[in-house]
């Protein structure tokens, strides 16, 4: 609708055209908004009540105006403020709340407040409504709460439709929960409670604050639904972890006779990519085409990051290229997405390309995705020299993103001290992501003194995650220590902790198939295990020996062997081969991370189903072909 009504025949003049319509006079006077003290000036009745000269002149200067805010024009505007300030209608209530939307709309924020103190504000809820918007937009945020108590308590104004929605964006920007249902406790009492836009806020205000169910109450609550309100709630179910239900949303949403918009495709697609759901957001990219919104980067821009977090890395570089207007979010997808692959070179050369060529400032998430890919190629020099380049000469201050990255490819290649000191020098508190990284890189190089260290801070910030007794407990074992690991696996006990069960999971035909160690509950259970017998004589013929370390029990060497064999990864590879024609890609999802005997066999697997075979582990994807990994054993 937008669009339309500008693209009309009232469309405001460019700012040359506001020069010519100003008088000669004004263009002449000083930019400054108050005219000098020696400036001659008519007598003017007391503020904002002086007289007009003529009323052509005053409709002339409203027109002007008018056109300056659509336009966005502050220079000329600023002229015509000054002139009205020396013909007296400087502080015509309806001039000056038009200068406030000019300076509010053109971001001069501290101009528009400047003139807004000096104002009557009695009835005017236009006026406030410009100033609370350019402060939920522009900032100071608080302000804009504060501005609308203020309006509250200024007498007899009454906030609108147009007040409610930046209020809520303000307690949304600021996770403001409290001030947002103060808000939302007044909405309920006046007749905006039905408005879509006051809704469409309050979700998202919700939503941002991390209270989803408040946010379904509101949309349950909500008779008349118009798009802006469905986005807003696939938006809140996509942005806190509830993919399923915002694909739930999207169908809901088509199915109630609601076109589906741009906002509600990125919304979906992004939430499909969370889900790790191809085939739905294949479905999404196939219905945006149809739709006509093909060309719009937005949509391509989350198409890449879906097929990137899906596995299908290689189409997100198409789209990428194909991007008529690579922005930071697009360069950053792209960058990340070769990161989770391990392309460690494609995510170099690509942020090489966006500093010299594209001449995009990267920001802190630039950085992870390349520190991401330096951990996952195993490139410590390289890591190094991106974190010294990112804090000194791009200023930006590390987050615990940042260290935890770079203290895993540390930890991961040995270098316990330089991760120590990294530790002891970082600005921001460790949190548990920093000493998991460091107690995995002790796990593959067998450090139990640091191991134990970073286990104690892991269980002083995390004392319920059964994760890191199980992962001390393995370490115990390998070096052999079984009394200490039986220990460890005793006080999960006492504590009441449970290990995560590992499960694997894969996708046909739009039906997601999961299995856990050792499953014999699927259907077609017999058929599995025959076809892994088939493959373990295959892979027995290569030389193949099972590595049984990963078992972390003291049992015997055959019993460790049929546990290997029965890992969950492997259950969801000899259906998916089972199940679908030879050479069909397979994309399996994991909740933990690939054994290493595992990934031995399924590099075998790759080799001899002349198969592409993607893992998608709890840190990163795994891409077997013909014999190989991407990882190139570094993970």
């Not at 939302?184 to 806020?201: I, N, P």
């Not at 000469?393 to 120590?420: M, N, W």
């Amino acid at each position: 609708m937008l669009p339309s009504m500008l693209s009309k025949s009232t469309a405001s003049p460019s700012p040359a055209r506001l020069y010519r319509l100003l008088p000669v006079s004004s263009l002449q006077t000083t930019s400054h908004l108050r005219p000098a003290p020696n400036a001659a000036s008519p007598t003017r009745s007391p503020a904002f009540l002086s007289p007009c000269p003529s009323p052509y002149s005053h409709n002339n200067y409203a027109t002007i105006l008018r056109s300056c805010v659509l336009s966005r024009a502050v220079r000329p505007g600023r002229q015509l403020h000054a002139r009205l300030l020396v013909s007296g209608l400087g502080l015509d209530a309806v001039l000056a709340t038009r200068l406030v939307d000019l300076y509010a709309s053109c971001g001069h924020v501290s101009l528009a407040r400047r003139l807004f103190d000096e104002m009557p504000k009695q009835g005017n809820v236009f006026l406030w409504n410009v100033l609370i918007r350019a402060y939920a937009r522009d900032g100071p945020r608080e302000a804009a709460i504060e501005l609308y108590r203020a309006m509250l308590a200024y007498g007899s104004m009454e906030p609108d439709n147009f007040t409610y929605p930046p209020v809520l964006k303000a307690c949304a920007a600021l996770l403001d929960l409290s001030a947002g249902r103060e808000v939302h406790d007044r909405v309920m009492r006046t007749s905006w409670a039905a408005d879509v836009f006051v809704c469409a806020g309050l979700i998202d205000m919700y939503a941002k604050c991390g209270c989803v169910n408040e946010a379904w109450a509101v949309f349950d609550g909500t008779t008349v639904r118009d798009a802006v309100v469905w986005n807003s709630m696939i938006t809140a179910c996509g942005q806190n972890g509830r993919p399923a239900e915002a694909l739930a949303l999207c169908r809901n949403m088509a199915a109630e006779g609601i076109a589906p918009t741009i906002v509600t495709l990125v919304s979906a697609i992004s939430a499909a990519a969370d889900a790790a759901a191809l085939p739905r957001g294949r479905e999404l990219h196939g219905y945006g085409w149809r739709r006509g919104f093909g060309s719009q980067d937005k949509l391509k821009t989350s198409l890449l990051d879906m097929y990137a977090k899906s596995g299908w890395v290689t189409v997100a570089r198409v789209l990428f290229e194909q991007l008529l207007h690579r922005d930071l979010i697009s360069w950053n997808a792209m960058i990340c997405g070769f990161g989770m692959h391990g392309h460690a070179d494609h995510a170099f050369e690509l942020f090489s390309r966006m500093r010299s060529e594209a001449q995009v400032i990267p920001d802190h998430i630039t950085f992870v995705g390349v520190l991401s890919a330096c951990n996952h190629g195993g490139m410590v020099q390289e890591a190094k020299e991106v974190f010294d380049l990112m804090v000194t000469v791009y200023s930006i201050k590390p987050t615990v993103q940042h260290y935890t990255c770079l203290v895993d490819v540390l930890g991961h290649s040995g270098r316990f001290k330089e991760a120590s000191d990294v530790i002891k020098g970082m600005l921001v508190k460790p949190d548990s992501g920093i000493w998991g990284a460091l107690l995995n890189g002790c796990k593959i190089h067998k450090n139990v003194e640091l191991a134990e260290l970073a286990l104690h801070k892991l269980i002083e910030l995390e004392p319920e995650d059964a994760g890191n007794y199980v992962l001390l407990s393995n370490i115990y074992a390998q070096s052999g220590k079984w009394e200490e690991a039986a220990r460890v696996r005793k006080l999960m006990t006492n504590r009441g902790l449970k290990k995560i069960i590992a499960c694997s999971w894969i996708e046909l035909k739009g039906k997601s198939h999961g299995f856990l160690v050792g499953d014999a509950s699927h259907p077609r259970s017999d058929e599995i295990y025959e076809e892994l017998e088939r493959l373990e004589g295959l892979i027995s013929q290569t030389g193949y020996v099972p590595d049984t370390t990963p078992v972390f029990h003291n049992v015997e060497a055959d019993e460790k062997r049929n546990m290997v064999w029965g890992h969950s990864e492997r259950l969801a590879i000899a259906f998916g081969l089972i199940s679908t024609p030879p050479g069909t890609k397979l994309l399996v999802t994991k909740n933990l991370r690939v054994c290493e005997d595992c990934h031995v066999v399924i590099k075998l697997i790759s080799q001899i189903e002349q198969r592409e075979i993607i893992i998608r582990d709890v840190n990163r994807f795994h891409h077997f072909v013909n014999g190989e990994c991407s990882c190139k054993d570094h993970w």
